[in-house]
Nanobody, 117 residues
Framework: QVHIVESGGGLVQAGGSLRLSCVAS????????ISWYRQAPGERRELVAT???????KHAKSVKGRFRISRDNAGNVVALQMNSLKPEDSAVYYC???????????WGQGTQVTVSS
């Protein structure tokens, strides 16, 4: 199965910024639609942003204008730039390959984002 690794989380004050990164092997992200999800304690996993094969993007209403998903030119890293962070953004953030192929069904360990008020 694909092995996904998320990084870049941490503790930040409200209004601050973080940049999350996602890498995976053995694959090239540019060949797939990739999403960032997040899950807060006691809550369901929530879709945050998606980047398609043609690099078009979609962002959840709750993060639109503050977060931006992107992919590097080589297609090896998918990032989530998070600005103007709010305490309600606190969660574990996961990157996921949007594919019906079970090979890409694995989830990484995620990266914890904590925003203090």
């Amino acid at each position: 199965q694909v092995h996904i690794v998320e990084s870049g989380g941490g503790l930040v004050q409200a209004g601050g910024s973080l940049r999350l990164s996602c890498v995976a092997s053995p694959m090239i992200f540019s060949d797939y639609e990739i999403s960032w999800y997040r899950q807060a304690p006691g809550e369901r996993r929530e879709l945050v942003a998606t980047i398609s094969i043609d690099d078009s993007t979609k962002h959840a209403k709750s993060v639109k204008g503050r977060f931006r998903i992107s992919r590097d030119n080589a297609g090896n890293v998918v990032a989530l730039q998070m600005n103007s962070l709010k305490p309600e953004d606190s969660a574990v953030y996961y990157c996921h390959v949007e594919s019906d192929d079970p090979f890409y069904g694995a989830w990484g360990q995620g990266t914890q984002v904590t925003v203090s008020s």
